[in-house]
Nanobody
Framework: QVQLVESGGGSVQDGGSLKLSCAAS????????MGWFRQAPGKEREGVAS???????TYADSVKGRFTVSKDNARNTLYLEMNNLKPEDTGMYYC???????????????????WGQGTQVTVSA
């Protein structure tokens, strides 16, 4: 039903900014929830930010005030604006989609059924 392709990753220095995009194709129904996740080598995948059909957003404590998740329904695109990046933000960033309400599980990867292939974000000190 949904294919997701991330873009916008790259290498920046501490304090820099990046804006990630996730383009959805083969969309028949709008996913109820979409989110951004990241994984660094040797670490568990963690939820970063999510947004649902009602535009409710959820952020990990570590990125609050620095990252902003948004969507453009007309373009079937999800965004993640990242400011004041830190080395600990380094990782592979994935977008994901779920077809149900997640509530308190909005940042839990196991509840998402559709995944992109990821885009690398590297922040150097």
């Amino acid at each position: 039903q949904v294919q997701l392709v991330e873009s916008g990753g790259g290498s920046v220095q501490d304090g820099g900014s990046l804006k990630l995009s996730c383009a959805a194709s083969r969309v028949i129904y709008t996913p109820y929830s979409m989110g951004w996740f990241r994984q660094a080598p040797g670490k568990e995948r963690e939820g970063v930010a999510s947004i649902d059909r009602e535009s409710r957003t959820t952020y990990a404590d570590s990125v609050k005030g620095r990252f902003t998740v948004s969507k453009d329904n007309a373009r079937n695109t999800l965004y993640l604006e990242m400011n004041n990046l830190k080395p600990e933000d380094t990782g592979m960033y994935y977008c994901a989609a779920a077809n149900g309400a997640l509530g308190r599980f909005a940042l839990s990867s196991s509840f998402y059924g559709y995944w992109g292939q990821g885009t690398q974000v590297t922040v150097s000190a």
